[in-house]
């Protein structure tokens, strides 16, 4: 089927909005990763769902982001009055088993964010 | 925690030579490291993983050695095709842990 889908693919908002971005992952994959890309770096751990459950969100840079998955499939990264240190791009990726088994992670293509 | 450090940060390569990416990690009880490929505006793509009860393994033109003495592993690329030009990220993690602790990249320039 289809790889993992993440949307909007660019966000623009103004210092101080809140934003939402959103990840499909690949039908089935029990795990859920998010993670935050500055320009030019690798990406960085934000937090990690296994299916429902957030299992490790020690990644999450401040109180001002928020993730879940209430179904254990699509999850959202919310992110409230954003700060300009924010702009970055927000990969997500899924992987079949369980987070701790070590398995290939597939990613999707970002969402890019900038904050203005 | 985990620290993944990765080098060179770019590597320029005359098309059908070899390129090698080195990385090192702290933590030892690190035990799977993939690697993956970025192009530009695109996603991260797995090209080749080792897990740490290995010491190397190939696939077509790329391999992978791992040191967990030295807590090092390596990506090489033989041949090198313009098509490989991209920026390639190791990562390393730890069985029972849900974190992928990333390199910083080396952006490869392949020059036809």
């Known amino acids: 089927g289809a790889g993992v889908s993440q949307s909007p693919r660019y966000k623009v908002a103004k210092r101080g909005q809140d934003v939402a971005l959103r990840c499909d992952p690949i039908?089935?994959?029990?795990?859920l990763f998010w993670y935050q890309q500055a320009l030019g770096q690798g990406p960085e751990f934000l937090t990690y769902?296994?299916?429902?459950?957030?299992?490790?969100k020690s990644g999450l840079p401040s109180d001002r982001f928020f993730a879940e998955r209430p179904e254990g499939s699509v999850s959202t990264l919310k992110i409230q009055r954003t700060q300009q240190e924010d702009s970055a791009v927000y990969l997500c990726?899924?992987?079949?088993?369980?987070?701790?088994?070590?398995?290939?992670?597939?990613f999707g293509d970002g969402t890019r964010l900038s904050i203005l | 925690g985990e620290n993944v450090e990765q080098h060179p940060s770019t590597l320029s390569v005359q098309e059908g030579d070899s390129a090698v990416i080195k990385c090192t990690y702290s933590?030892?009880?690190?035990?799977?490291f993939p690697w993956y490929k970025q192009e530009l505006g695109k996603r991260p793509q797995l090209i080749i993983d080792i897990r740490s009860n290995v010491g190397e393994k190939k696939d077509q033109r790329i391999a992978v050695t791992l040191n967990k003495t030295a807590k090092h592993f390596s990506l090489h690329i033989t041949e090198t095709q313009p098509e490989d030009s991209a920026v390639y990220f190791c990562?390393?993690?730890?069985?029972?842990?849900?974190?992928?602790?990333f390199g910083a990249g080396t952006r490869l320039f392949v020059k036809a």
């Open positions: 933590d030892s009880a690190s035990n799977y």
């Open positions: 990562a390393a993690s730890i069985t029972g842990g849900f974190k992928t602790i």
């Open positions: 769902f296994q299916n429902e459950a957030q299992l490790d």
């Open positions: 039908s089935g994959h029990v795990s």
């Open positions: 990726a899924s992987s079949l088993a369980p987070g701790d088994s070590n398995q290939p992670q597939h």
